[in-house]
């Protein structure tokens, strides 16, 4: 098949990229500038050049693929709502596109969409429509599409790693440099979620060939990280103190990513890794945060 992927030079979309074409499909990606178009030439992929601003713009050259795999987004987290109705608005303009078809378009959301509120893990049966996450527009967005007959299928997301990028803990990484100090809240016990970004790109293949119309899969191949450890491994890296926050220090320490140091972000991928087969083998969170150059 030949396979329109947006963010194709991204952390995670050149890996989905790569994937692809080891899977022997062809590739169309969505590129902002030149420089990441020669980068897709270089790969055998053929180049769209566009922006999420403007999809109107780009979305006609879905016509000649047989699916859609959307990883792109705008991870300027000061702007996250903002950056969430953009997205929204993306999906609706790549689902115009495929209205009528039978061909697959794959989004990107997060599992805390996933999270009933109960304490338990998120789990991919799971959607809240009125969930106070801003991410919830782009699931609002594809529910839209799967209603009027488009066969939408979300990828969830943890928090992606790599030695190189671990997702928000990257920007958790540079706020404990800047202060001289790996800050939790409380006793540190709100978890995150996670999984290796080679992994994660491998899922994104299975849901493609493997996947159901209007399913939900997780990428989680860690369930619950304590921030505690997180902190204390960050701290090792950074040979800087770990320490415990009161909750009303949060915002003053944290500033804009306090909402997200306060959260418990632990979800399941159990189902997914049954009904694809999905087994990841990448390194783990701290593994990968352990041997990173700080």
Same mark, same amino acid.
């Given at each position: 098949?030949?396979?329109?992927?947006t963010g194709a030079t991204g952390f995670i979309g050149s890996r989905v990229v790569s994937a692809l074409l080891a899977r022997g499909h062809q590739v169309t990606g969505l590129v902002r500038s030149?420089?990441?178009?020669?980068?897709?030439?270089?790969?055998?992929?053929?180049?769209?050049?566009?922006?999420?601003?403007?999809?109107?713009?780009?979305?006609?050259?879905?016509?000649?693929?047989?699916?859609?795999?959307?990883?792109?987004?705008?991870?300027?987290?000061?702007?996250?709502?903002?950056?969430?109705?953009?997205?929204?608005?993306?999906?609706?303009?790549?689902?115009? =596109?495929?209205?009528? /078809?039978?061909?697959?378009? +794959? %989004?990107?959301?997060?599992?805390?969409? *996933?999270? !009933?509120?109960?304490?338990?893990?998120?789990?991919?049966?799971?959607?809240?429509?009125?969930?106070?996450?801003?991410?919830?527009?782009?699931?609002?967005?594809?529910?839209?599409?799967?209603?009027?007959?488009?066969?939408?299928?979300?990828?969830?997301?943890?928090?992606?790693?790599?030695?190189?990028?671990?997702?928000?803990i990257s920007y958790y990484l540079s706020l404990a440099r800047e202060k001289g100090a790996a800050a939790y809240l409380g006793e540190g016990n709100n978890a995150w979620c996670a999984a290796h970004?080679?992994?994660?790109?491998?899922?994104?293949?299975?849901?493609?060939?493997?996947?159901?119309?209007?399913?939900?899969?997780?990428? =989680?191949?860690?369930? /619950?990280?304590?921030?505690? +450890? %997180?902190?204390?491994?960050?701290?090792? *890296?950074? !040979?800087?103190?770990?320490?415990?926050?009161?909750?009303?220090?949060?915002?003053?320490?944290?500033?804009?990513?306090?909402?997200?140091?306060?959260?418990?972000?632990?979800?399941?991928?159990?189902?997914?890794?049954?009904?694809?087969?999905?087994?990841?083998?990448?390194?783990?969170?701290?593994?990968?945060?352990?041997?990173?150059?700080?």
């Amino acid at each position: 098949m030949r396979i329109f992927v947006t963010g194709a030079t991204g952390f995670i979309g050149s890996r989905v990229v790569s994937a692809l074409l080891a899977r022997g499909h062809q590739v169309t990606g969505l590129v902002r500038s030149e420089e990441a178009a020669r980068q897709l030439a270089d790969k055998g992929v053929t180049a769209q050049r566009g922006t999420l601003e403007d999809p109107r713009a780009w979305v006609a050259g879905i016509d000649l693929c047989d699916a859609v795999i959307h990883t792109a987004f705008d991870h300027d987290f000061t702007r996250f709502a903002e950056n969430c109705e953009k997205d929204r608005r993306v999906i609706g303009a790549i689902g115009s =596109v495929l209205q009528g /078809s039978q061909r697959p378009l +794959l %989004i990107t959301s997060g599992t805390g969409m *996933g999270d !009933d509120g109960s304490g338990e893990p998120a789990l991919e049966q799971n959607f809240n429509p009125a969930h106070p996450n801003p991410r919830v527009a782009s699931e609002l967005a594809g529910s839209q599409l799967l209603e009027s007959g488009i066969d939408v299928r979300v990828v969830r997301l943890p928090q992606v790693h790599n030695t190189e990028r671990q997702g928000l803990i990257s920007y958790y990484l540079s706020l404990a440099r800047e202060k001289g100090a790996a800050a939790y809240l409380g006793e540190g016990n709100n978890a995150w979620c996670a999984a290796h970004v080679d992994d994660v790109a491998g899922l994104y293949v299975k849901v493609l060939e493997q996947g159901h119309r209007g399913e939900r899969y997780h990428a =989680v191949a860690e369930e /619950s990280i304590p921030s505690w +450890l %997180i902190a204390q491994t960050v701290a090792a *890296g950074l !040979d800087v103190p770990a320490v415990s926050l009161k909750s009303e220090q949060a915002a003053e320490h944290f500033g804009w990513f306090a909402a997200f140091a306060m959260m418990d972000m632990r979800a399941s991928g159990a189902w997914t890794r049954q009904q694809l087969d999905w087994q990841p083998k990448g390194p783990g969170l701290i593994d990968d945060l352990s041997s990173m150059r700080f």
